[in-house]
């Protein structure tokens, strides 16, 4: 590990200073993060400030936590044990062990720490357990969703100012994020499903959408049929992230996807369905481009497929240095999950609109956590029991 002499700040148990190496690095970490978005700052910043404690309480320095895993890996038993007595979720207890493993991972960029113990198998199999372990389960935090919508904004902004109309990949990306992350919509409504030509599986189109008014109509999972076409709710970051889309884009049709692939060899074989060779090659050399020639010819190019987007948001999660539990990365169901947590928390019949459920019994049974964890605290309160934090 790097020696004291290397350090840019002194050890944690180094006599010689009133502030210990670990609270310094909480104290960079977060100034670093607030330049980046304030929302992810403050709420890490109560999270780090606990481990700091937690850590203080057991002599667990920041030099012992580079030379040991085992004190990640108690924390994670400490965080089990929470979800365990407290009533936390195990989702909420994994968003606590991501934002102390992202502080220790900037560490290791700082060159404070050699490594991050947090990713060490024996940590992170120590972690809670959600109910349900399958990959649509997942959900993505507040913080994250503010970290990865930063990331994405600040890219389409340099892209569209330094390209405009050749920054439409960018501009996409952006809105993707914007529309998982606040319209509750799942991979299937917008994205172009392999395994399903319905009209309604081949990915949005803008013909669809409903800038004014705020609304995209997608095919649901309604087991009636007369119900299966819904009105999702288009909130203002996805419509201004739409909006902006647009002008880049420039789709000549309604039916041209909001969300088209990048994938170059499928963009030719669309243009290959309707020119021939010769009037193909004329078109490259006239626009420049094969979208340019799409685009002039009104031809529909496909649009991004579901695995295509779980690829993207495995390269925006890395791109944006979001640590994500257990190695993974944000997919996009785990949006709907995280924005329908958020408005459930404060209104349960919105979190019903916006997730298009039939009943709101449904959707208390994927969050009847939160119910739980609030009827505790209401009954420490009828009965008197003190905050034993």
């Known amino acids: 590990m790097p020696q004291d002499s290397d350090r840019p700040y002194p050890a944690a148990d180094d006599a010689?200073?009133?502030?210990?190496?670990?609270?310094?690095?909480?104290?960079?970490?977060?100034?670093?993060?607030?330049?980046?978005?304030?929302?992810?700052?403050?709420?890490?910043?109560?999270?780090?400030?606990?481990?700091?404690?937690?850590?203080g309480r057991?002599?667990?320095?920041?030099?012992?936590?580079?030379?040991?895993?085992?004190?990640?890996?108690e924390y994670a038993k400490h965080l089990q044990r929470r979800v365990d007595g407290d009533g936390i979720a195990a989702s909420t207890a994994n968003a606590y062990f991501s934002y102390v493993s992202a502080?220790?991972?900037?560490?290791?960029?700082?060159?404070?720490?050699?490594?991050?113990?947090?990713?060490?198998?024996?940590?992170?199999?120590e972690l809670p357990t959600a109910e349900q372990t399958q990959a649509d389960q997942q959900f993505w935090t507040p913080a994250q969703r503010e970290q990865l919508v930063a990331h994405v904004d600040e890219r389409a902004r340099t892209a569209i100012s330094d390209r405009a109309f050749?920054?439409?990949?960018?501009?996409?990306?952006?809105?993707?994020?914007?529309?998982?992350?606040?319209?509750?919509?799942?991979?299937?409504?917008?994205?172009?499903?392999?395994?399903?030509?319905?009209d309604g599986r081949q990915g949005l189109r803008w013909g669809r959408v409903d800038l004014d008014a705020g609304t995209a109509r997608v095919l649901g999972?309604?087991?009636?049929?007369?119900?299966?076409?819904?009105?999702?709710?288009?909130?203002k970051p996805a419509r201004e992230a739409l909006r902006q889309l647009k002008r880049v884009q420039?789709?000549?049709?309604?039916?041209?996807?909001?969300?088209?692939?990048?994938?170059?060899?499928?963009?030719?074989?669309?243009?290959?369905?309707?020119?021939?060779?010769?009037?193909?090659?004329?078109?490259?050399?006239?626009?420049?481009?094969?979208?340019?020639?799409?685009?002039?010819?009104?031809?529909?190019?496909?649009?991004?497929?579901?695995?295509?987007?779980?690829?993207?948001?495995?390269?925006?999660?890395?791109?944006?240095?979001?640590?994500?539990?257990?190695?993974?990365?944000l997919q996009p169901h785990g949006a709907r999950r995280g924005i329908g947590e958020a408005v459930y928390r404060e209104d349960r019949e919105q979190a019903q609109d916006l997730l298009r459920h039939q009943s709101l019994s449904t959707t208390k049974d994927h969050?009847?956590?939160?119910?739980?964890?609030?009827?505790?605290?209401e009954l420490d309160e009828t009965l008197g029991f003190g905050d034993d934090a």
């Open 221 to 235: 999972k309604s087991k009636e049929e007369s119900k299966r076409w819904q009105e999702a709710s288009l909130v």
């Open 58 to 73: 057991r002599g667990a320095t920041l030099e012992r936590i580079d030379d040991n895993d085992r004190i990640l890996r």
């Open 367 to 377: 969050y009847q956590h939160i119910d739980a964890a609030e009827r505790t605290e």
């Open 166 to 198: 050749d920054a439409h990949i960018e501009a996409r990306d952006r809105a993707i994020v914007a529309v998982l992350a606040y319209t509750g919509v799942r991979g299937a409504e917008v994205f172009r499903h392999p395994q399903d030509d319905r």
């Open 250 to 329: 420039r789709p000549p049709t309604d039916d041209w996807p909001v969300f088209e692939t990048a994938h170059a060899p499928s963009l030719h074989r669309a243009a290959d369905a309707v020119l021939s060779e010769a009037a193909k090659t004329e078109a490259l050399e006239t626009y420049g481009g094969i979208r340019e020639v799409l685009r002039e010819h009104e031809i529909t190019p496909p649009a991004l497929t579901t695995d295509g987007a779980r690829r993207l948001m495995q390269r925006l999660t890395d791109a944006a240095e979001i640590d994500v539990p257990n190695g993974t990365y």
């Open 103 to 125: 502080c220790l991972s900037y560490g290791v960029r700082d060159g404070v720490l050699t490594r991050n113990p947090a990713l060490s198998a024996s940590a992170q199999e």
């Open 16 to 55: 010689s200073t009133d502030t210990p190496a670990l609270d310094r690095l909480v104290a960079d970490f977060l100034r670093s993060k607030r330049r980046d978005s304030q929302a992810y700052a403050t709420s890490a910043e109560s999270v780090l400030e606990r481990f700091v404690d937690w850590c």
